[in-house]
């Protein structure tokens, strides 16, 4: 059965500080790999996705993920953060069987000091 | 082009009492899926609708149901809420097709059973 682990509850960076946000997936074949964001009182925001191909993908905001397959990771960067990042980030997997649901992890809340 | 929109975007129920949540898809998107998220957790799959029948369910009991309009709106309905029950409910739609289509996050419907 596919899921998703976030290992960071909360995270707290200064503004400028470079980030990075961990996922850990297991999945039985390529999964299909998704960082969304959820702003206080708002629904969800696509960041970035991966299906196949380049491991190294870019998304809106100047965020990136790197896919590993060897660590079953697809962990979130940005080189540098603004306060409007502090946000929920939550990693999530397609399901298996050609299913079209999304399974999530428990998220990161991001935390940014000025 | 207007994006996903629920309503109520707030409600509150007694245990034991009945819901209805609604959804209109993104325009062009013919599939509705509904997703709880309690607080503290990543939102976890209910069950999806297209061509107005539920196509994929997720680990819910039956007092979760749902219906899907001709127009690709959808209702999610909790009989016998439970104090369990509060939480922020999102919907999400799509184009369905043989592979996976990006869903898009309505704001949720935040629901608070006393």
């Known amino acids: 059965a596919q899921s998703v682990t976030q290992p960071d509850i909360h995270i707290t960076v200064s503004e400028g500080a470079s980030l990075e946000l961990r996922c850990n997936y297991s999945?039985?074949?390529?999964?299909?790999l998704f960082w969304y964001v959820q702003s206080p009182g708002q629904g969800l925001q696509l960041l970035l996705k991966?299906?196949?191909?380049?491991?190294l993908v870019q998304g809106i905001k100047g965020f990136e993920a790197e896919f590993k397959r060897s660590q079953s990771s697809f962990n979130l960067r940005k080189p540098s953060v603004h306060w409007s990042d502090a946000a929920e980030y939550f990693c999530?997997?397609?399901?298996?069987?050609?299913?079209?649901?999304?399974?999530f992890g428990t998220g990161t809340r991001l935390t940014v000091i000025p | 082009d207007a994006g996903v929109t629920q309503s109520p975007t707030h409600l509150i129920k007694t245990r034991g009492q009945q819901v209805t949540l609604r959804c209109s898809p993104k325009?062009?998107?013919?599939?509705v899926s509904w997703y709880q998220q309690a607080l503290g957790q990543g939102p976890q799959f209910i069950f999806q609708?297209?061509?107005?029948?539920?196509?994929q369910r997720g680990n819910f009991p039956d007092r979760f149901s749902g219906h899907q309009f001709p127009n690709y709106s959808s209702e999610l309905n909790v009989n016998a809420l439970l104090l369990g029950d509060s939480a922020l409910y999102l919907c999400?739609?799509?184009?369905?097709?043989?592979?996976?289509?990006?869903?898009?996050f309505g704001p949720g419907t935040r629901l608070t059973v006393l």
């Open positions: 999530a997997v397609v399901g298996v069987g050609g299913a079209n649901n999304l399974f």
């Open positions: 325009s062009g998107h013919d599939t």
């Open positions: 609708y297209y061509e107005e029948e539920e196509r």
């Open positions: 999400a739609s799509s184009l369905a097709g043989a592979s996976y289509n990006e869903q898009f």
């Open positions: 999945y039985g074949a390529t999964p299909y």
């Open positions: 991966y299906f196949s191909g380049d491991t």
